[in-house]
């Protein structure tokens, strides 16, 4: 579940400063509330601009109930297509990429589907080798998730407005859990080398040199390298574990 953020755009009221003194001071405040009306304006094109793009982000939304592929029998739908379309949606963004023009729309919607067929092939698989996860450990993971609403009622709020009920949310909780103990066990990060480490924080350092800015040492740097190296090897792996998936699987894409 996806916390729902919103921003609140407020305008600034403009205040008219009577003119009490010499011409100075009237002058001060003429350009003050010149100052005031262009921040006024500026606000209210960013929040123009906000709207239209949510439009546009919006408009490649699926309706929630359209089949969009069938996974060896599993059906996949367009409530599943939007949830991983707002997240491929939003990480573009964050890379100052436009998710909605025509160079990026069909491939966010090649990267959404992949993403959706790939999640149910590793699923399937996980059921398929018996993962199982307790009660417990789905309720301590939704424990810990509720703590990032200062209510009760809050929590439940977020969890109306996303969509997504009680049972759906606890049914995501215990297939991420299961996916963790699978990615652990079947696709495992493997060891990273010193020489692999030295590699990537050198790269680091020549483009920290290019732009100007100071490169902290290797050893204060090492921890986060070999971490981001893990996850690299884990996630080509993970991406041979789904080809190798594919190959005996029925996919059957309906967009």
């Known amino acids: 579940m996806k916390k729902m953020m919103f921003i609140l755009m407020t305008g600034l009221l403009a205040v008219v400063l ?10 001060e405040a003429k350009n003050d509330d010149k100052a005031k009306t262009e921040e006024t304006d500026y606000q209210k094109e960013q929040q123009k601009k906000m709207e239209e793009m949510q439009k546009k982000l919006k408009a490649q939304q699926l309706d ?7 996974v060896n029998d599993k059906e996949i739908l367009g409530s599943d297509y939007n949830n991983v379309l707002a997240s491929i949606q939003g990480q573009m963004q964050q890379m100052g990429q436009d998710p ?3 160079e990026a729309e069909e491939q966010v919607k090649a990267q959404t589907i992949d993403s959706l067929v790939g999640q149910t092939l590793l699923l399937q698989d ?16 939704l424990d810990e998730l509720k703590k990032q609403f200062k209510t009760e009622k809050e929590f439940e709020a977020a ?8 049972k759906t949310l606890e049914t995501q909780i215990a297939d991420d859990i299961k996916l963790k103990q ?7 990060a493997g060891d990273v080398t010193d020489e692999e480490i030295q590699k990537m924080y050198d790269q680091y350092a020549e483009q920290g040199k290019k732009a100007g ?14 971490q981001s190296l893990k996850q690299q090897k884990q996630q080509e792996k993970l991406g041979q574990k789904v080809e190798a998936l594919k ?4 996919v059957d894409i309906k967009i």
């Open 126 to 141: 996980v059921n398929k080798k018996g993962y199982k996860v307790s009660d417990a450990d789905v309720k301590k993971q």
């Open 18 to 27: 009577a003119a009490c003194g010499g011409n100075e001071e009237s002058k």
């Open 247 to 250: 190959k005996n699987a029925k």
């Open 159 to 166: 969890l109306k407005k996303s969509g997504i009920d009680m």
């Open 64 to 70: 929630e109930k359209k089949t969009v592929a069938v």
């Open 213 to 226: 800015q100071e490169v902290p040492k290797l050893e204060e740097l090492k921890p986060q390298i070999e």
């Open 100 to 102: 909605t023009s025509k």
């Open 182 to 188: 699978y990615f652990e066990k079947e696709v495992p």
